[in-house]
């Protein structure tokens, strides 16, 4: 199977790019990794070779190692990119990975757990999805119930199928499935007056601060894309495949990849300082660390054995003292 993945990020979350990208060759991953990234390239691509893909006249193919090569697209939007993950992939479904059978798409701040081979095997079973660490909604859950009632000023009929609220964090689909992508960006079109536009989102400069208006009563897309993507589960006739919340880490089960939610991310985490205050490191740091050292390498040497270290001294104080 011809696969390719993307991802999108802006300011510091290349660091999540470098480890995502390094757990993804560690698993087997060989392919085109496509970065939809705003501002400016990380350092340890700059040295990619310029060229132009498609309708990117300056994009950057970067190729830390044989097999696997990331190609770094500047992104020309107002739309947080939370809300751009599926106008990204329509975009390049229609030009640079028009070849690619499946189509994959990871938030920055993930590293993969699983061998890439489940991954294409899942993506089989329908449009692959993971559920997240605030589900379930009950069929009349409000938040469900707003979504049909919202929707349908749009001509647009949700069909209840299960609790499941999943995550928008990761998607992945075979190209049978466009269509898929082909709702979502509808349906997020319909949200932006909702929301204020959908240059707003539960981010505010790369932090968690929402720029989401207000609405009266129950503000049924707190999580704009991902509420999203979850009324577009209703509105979707074919298959969709979960997991449960083991599939990003949010449970102690068979753990497919480990997503870091909230801040602050691995990258930014002060091990030693929140020991002190009685919090061991999270299972989503230590793996972060581990994927740091090959192909790529965002961060000195120094830098990742100081980490690590840090959270070795990290751990053994909180057998000791825990908030």
């Known amino acids: 199977m011809v696969s390719s993945i993307c991802t999108l990020f802006e300011g510091h979350y290349h660091y999540g790019v470098a480890s995502l990208s390094n757990s993804l060759y560690n698993q087997g991953f060989r392919g085109i990794i496509y970065v939809g990234y705003r501002g400016e390239l990380p350092n340890w691509a700059q040295n990619g070779r310029r060229e132009s893909i498609g309708k990117w006249k300056e994009a950057v193919t970067f190729i830390p190692t044989e097999g696997i090569q990331l190609i770094f697209l500047l992104l020309d939007t107002t739309y947080s990119l939370t809300n751009y993950k599926p106008d990204f992939m329509l975009d390049l479904w229609e030009g640079p990975a028009k070849n690619a059978e499946a189509l994959f798409y990871f938030d920055p701040d993930i590293v993969v757990n699983d061998s890439w081979t489940c991954f294409e095997q899942w993506v089989n079973c329908g449009v692959a999805l993971c559920e997240d660490v605030d589900s379930p909604f009950q069929e009349f859950h409000p938040r469900r119930m707003g979504w049909r009632k919202y929707f349908k000023k749009y001509n647009i009929e949700l069909q209840y199928k299960n609790q499941i609220y999943v995550n928008g964090g990761f998607i992945g689909l075979l190209k049978k499935d466009i269509n898929f992508v082909t709702l979502w960006v509808q349906l997020q079109k319909h949200m932006a007056a909702a929301i204020g536009g959908l240059e707003n989102s539960i981010f505010s400069n790369q932090s968690y601060n929402s720029t989401i208006l207000k609405m009266e009563g129950f503000t049924i897309f707190d999580k704009s894309d991902q509420d999203a993507l979850n009324a577009a589960i209703e509105a979707y006739p074919e298959n969709v495949s979960y997991l449960g919340k083991e599939g990003m880490g949010f449970e102690s089960k068979h753990i497919t990849m480990y997503h870091a939610l909230g801040s602050p991310k691995p990258w930014k985490t002060r091990h030693f300082v929140r020991a002190l205050?009685?919090?061991?490191?999270?299972?989503?740091?230590?793996?972060?660390?581990?994927?740091?050292?090959?192909?790529?390498?965002?961060?000195?040497?120094?830098?990742?054995?100081?980490?690590?270290?840090s959270i070795k001294a990290a751990k053994f104080i909180g057998r000791f003292y825990k908030a």
């Not at 490191?281 to 054995?305: F, G, M, Q």
Request: aromatic share 10%.
């Open 277 to 309: 205050s009685g919090r061991i490191p999270r299972k989503e740091d230590v793996v972060y660390w581990e994927n740091t050292n090959s192909p790529i390498t965002a961060h000195s040497k120094w830098k990742i054995s100081q980490k690590k270290a």
